[in-house]
């Protein structure tokens, strides 16, 4: 059975997220297909999903943008998941509705919301333009929270990863049924090549005695206009080989950010 590497590349905003894996041409004999047990699964789809809200994120929101936190104040506690939702739906439309009377860009938007026992909260990232003050007084039905997104080498995955965190802890996938997000974002749009990374050459990237500054070396020549950011390998020992998450940016958003 030959195998060759594919690279599953996205071009995000500033941001290039790579899914490096193996595919192979042929296979010699017949073989039991070994399935991953259903917690193996589970995580795998966890982790799939948080990707691509990441990529979508970059993809869509820049260092003007804002998140924003919201919670309800005792009186306007819903006593259903189902009637948070309605509530957030009234302060989407209050906030569209503000923006098209001052003039401002469209309302782009993704939302996780939390459950926590009988408290309700939800997480968002919008597009900025708008004074922050006005923005957490639109909520009007309890505590209102923003920042401006901070953007590091990996943009702000680690953002996601707390907004998605009920997620992990009740061990559910993240999926359309635990956050929602605005119909204009441009989803990003994979390229794939095969037969780049050579298998000789995906054993040496994984290896522990290849060092961080060899692997960004690898990468950046890989990967032309990008710096390095990280690189995630998996072995896999039941096909015995490898695959790969990498993470890098543009050079030029680095510059700006630096200045």
Known sequence: MRCQYREQIYKCGNYLDVQIYPVF?????????????????????QINAENAFVRLVHNNFIVDDLALDLTYADKYLPETLEYAEKLLHNFLRRLKRYRKKYN?????????????????HHHLIVNGGIDRDILEQLWGIGYANSQRLQFDEEGITDKVRYITKNSRSEKKPLNKK???????????????????????????????????LEQAAYFEDLYPGYFFASVAPYHNLINNEFYFHVKMYRKEYIKRKRK
């Open 25 to 45: 041409n042929q296979q010699v004999g017949r073989r039991k297909k070994a399935k991953p047990t259903s917690q193996i699964q589970e995580r795998l789809n």
């Open 104 to 120: 401002l860009p469209d309302l782009k938007y993704v939302c996780v919301t939390e459950a926590s026992g009988c408290r309700v």
């Open 178 to 212: 635990r956050w929602t997000s605005s119909k204009n974002l441009i989803k990003p749009k994979a390229q794939e090549r095969t037969g780049k990374i050579s298998k000789q050459q995906a054993k040496e990237l994984a290896a522990d005695t290849t060092t961080q």
